[in-house]
């Protein structure tokens, strides 16, 4: 079992920025692939960006591609989500996710993933 908490959320202008923070528990960190989703209300979740175990390659959404950077701290059991040029549309509850199978092709799907945290919401206001 792998236990995640995010945190960072909250109420951000449009254009601003905000850094999103993910750990984990209950299984060797670096041995997982990272991610992030979000979910807006009403909609499907929704594949934002992942992370190798190394830190070596990472993926993001074209949705987002630019404007997010997923990164990782192994030493401390941590996965960021940076996000900026936030936009009204980019309001969801964020949550990290984890996958212990390596780095596939399928990485960029929600499914791909074993483990979820409760997430946290992300409010972009206009």
């Known amino acids: 079992q792998v236990q995640l908490v995010e945190s960072g959320g909250g109420l951000v202008q449009a254009g601003g920025s905000l850094r999103l923070s993910c750990t984990a528990s209950g299984r060797t960190f670096s041995t997982l692939t990272m991610g992030w989703s979000r979910q807006a209300q009403g909609n499907a979740r929704e594949f934002v960006g992942a992370i190798r175990w190394s830190g070596s390659q990472t993926v993001d959404a074209d949705s987002v591609k630019g404007r997010v950077t997923v990164s990782r701290d192994n030493a401390k059991n941590t996965v960021y989500l940076f996000m900026n040029s936030l936009r009204p549309e980019n309001t969801a509850v964020y949550s990290c996710?984890?996958?212990?199978?390596?780095?596939?092709?399928?990485?960029?799907?929600?499914?791909?993933?074993?483990?979820w945290g409760q997430g946290t919401e992300v409010t972009v206001s206009s």
């Open positions: 996710a984890a996958a212990v199978t390596a780095w596939s092709p399928s990485v960029g799907s929600p499914e791909f993933f074993d483990y």
